[in-house]
């Protein structure tokens, strides 16, 4: 009964090296967050991220600070500058005050957005994740600043 396949060969699934962090609605993080693949953030953040994949901010999430990305999707807030290589999307339900750079962006009815965007043809990639030591120095100022507070 169990059995009847017996003789089949079945190939192994693909994996994707794409891992997804999340951060919990009770988490909050004060400092900078470096991520290689992809991130959701539910809870708060104070300080400035950069990853190479798709930052998410749901519902619930708080970011207090700038994000450099390759895309951001926004359904929560956020207070800084973004600067994505491709799109970000700002749901419905999302706030949104600071500066957009981005290829594209999307912002759905009702979504609340106070601040300004500039459309670039093309952001070079190594600009949104490569950061020099004097950026790195003001970023460590600003979240103590933002810590003080």
Do not use: W
Not at 3 to 27: D, H, R, V
Not at 42 to 68: A, F, H, L, Q
Not at 126 to 144: A, D, H, P, T, Y
């Amino acid at each position: 009964m169990f059995n009847q396949n017996k003789g089949k060969s079945y190939s192994k699934p693909e994996t994707t090296s794409k891992a997804l962090s999340i951060l919990s609605a009770s988490i909050t993080i004060v400092g900078k967050i470096q991520a290689e693949d992809d991130l959701r953030i539910d809870g708060n953040v104070i300080g400035d991220i950069v990853s190479t994949g798709k930052v998410v901010v749901g519902p619930e999430g708080c970011v207090r600070g700038n994000i450099k990305s390759k895309s951001v999707d926004l359904s929560g807030k956020i207070y800084g500058d973004v600067t994505v290589s491709e799109i970000i999307t700002m749901k419905e339900s999302s706030y949104y005050k600071g500066e957009v750079r981005a290829h594209n962006i999307e912002i759905e009815a009702g979504a609340s957005f106070y601040g300004n965007c500039m459309m670039e043809e093309e952001i070079e990639e190594n600009k949104i994740i490569g950061l020099n030591k004097i950026e790195e120095r003001e970023q460590v100022i600003s979240v103590s600043k933002l810590v003080e507070k």
